[in-house]
């Protein structure tokens, strides 16, 4: 059973709807009072997906799962206080928390920074919430907290990086941030409380491992360094190239044998394990390298190192000054990854800790409570122009 929320260890009052959007599935969680009530995945057949393939085309189909998870929970629409969206791709912006706005909704409904349905969560929330307005005022009640209100947070394209960082050997070309904002984030905070730290004071690298890895760097509450889940600057992945060769992969571009498509496909998705293999199942790569199959323990040989060499490259960032690494993700529940990789680079962090799993729903409503508490610095998304803290 699910430990219940608590903010500084003392109890969190109110009720919080959770809305993630995936590739194909939609998921729900329901906190009354910091305690999970209920959560829900829908699946969405790839039948389904066929009919929208643009993912702003599936809002509704989305949308009708929220509906219908409240109603298989019995979730009365009026007792909901404030609903929580995973972070679609946004920018420019920081970690944190946002309320959802037309900005915003403009932005990630258009694709404008990335067409991907996580997109939705954040329309789909702010809907949620007029829809609890609505039947409220219909009812004749009013909420505990005034109005539902609908927000996002750590989205995946938060940019704290130091400006060295974010210069890249082209000044076209900087390097850009995509990363496991919201899963990492989470986990410094859950860190920070189990040493005992009144606040976030702390260095920590954090290694997210699953069908996208990234590793970033956590200094006093900002993510000062980051690798990129996408974009090729980052580790070989179950399902990812990570970092390529740079002209190599220009005479690929431009040999005719592959449309922009296909060459995506080779980088996102068809790269990493998947194209080795045929497989992101990293439990059954992780199995045939045990039983000492060749292929199979070169590349997990492979996929430990260019972890590794992003971890240890992020400590450069700080003068080699980290407090701790941590690992998450569901490839951390791995022994045989994480001592690979801790047996490279162990001897550079004087504390080291293992999360595994991908923890959002619980991360979106923790967020929710801390709004709901009161202490939240909650920022209004500008589409064109960055916040800066």
Do not use: W
Not at 28 to 44: M, P, Q, T
Not at 150 to 164: C, I, S
Not at 263 to 281: E, M, P
């Amino acid at each position: 059973m699910e430990a219940p929320i608590t903010l500084n260890s003392k109890p969190v009052k109110g009720n919080v709807l959770v809305v993630n959007t995936g590739s194909t599935s939609s998921k729900f969680g329901y906190y009354k009072d910091g305690v999970l009530a209920c959560e829900g995945k829908y699946d969405h057949p790839k039948s389904e997906i066929d009919k929208n393939p643009y993912f702003a085309d599936q809002l509704q189909m989305r949308y009708d799962t929220a509906i219908q998870f409240l109603h298989d929970n019995n979730v009365p629409c009026t007792e909901v206080d404030i609903v929580m969206g995973r972070g679609g791709l946004f920018t420019p912006v920081i970690t944190g928390i946002y309320d959802v706005n037309a900005d915003m909704r403009e932005v990630l409904m258009s694709g404008r920074d990335g067409k991907h349905v996580c997109n939705l969560s954040a329309v789909m929330a702010d809907e949620l919430a007029k829809e609890v307005n609505e039947a409220r005022a219909a009812e004749g009640v009013e909420g505990p907290y005034g109005p539902c209100r609908a927000y996002v947070a750590d989205p995946p394209m938060a940019d704290e990086m130091l400006p060295e960082c974010r210069m890249g050997g082209i000044p076209e070309l900087p390097r850009q941030t995509l990363f496991h904002a919201l899963n990492s984030r989470a986990i410094v905070r859950r860190y920070v409380a189990e040493i005992g730290h009144d606040k976030n004071d702390v260095t920590a690298i954090v290694c997210h491992m699953g069908g996208g890895v990234t590793i970033s760097l956590h200094r006093n509450g900002r993510v000062i360094d980051t690798s990129h889940g996408l974009g090729g600057d980052g580790p070989i992945t179950p399902e990812r190239a990570g970092s390529c060769p740079p002209l190599a992969l220009v005479d690929m571009c431009f040999s005719g044998k592959y449309t922009e498509q296909e060459i995506r496909r080779k980088l996102v998705g068809g790269g990493g394990a998947v194209a080795y293999f045929g497989t992101s199942d990293m439990r059954v790569i992780e199995a045939k390298a045990i039983e000492g199959v060749p292929e199979y323990k070169l590349f997990m040989g492979a996929f430990t190192l260019t972890i590794s060499k992003y971890i240890a490259a992020e400590t450069a960032d700080v003068c080699g000054k980290v407090d701790a690494l941590l690992f998450t993700g569901g490839i951390a529940y791995s022994k045989y990854v994480t001592d690979a990789i801790i047996k490279r680079v162990g001897h550079l962090f004087p504390d080291i800790k293992i999360y595994p799993g991908e923890n959002e729903i619980r991360s979106l409503a923790e967020n929710g409570y801390i709004v709901l508490s009161g202490k939240a610095k909650v920022h209004t998304y500008n589409k064109d122009r960055l916040i800066e803290d």
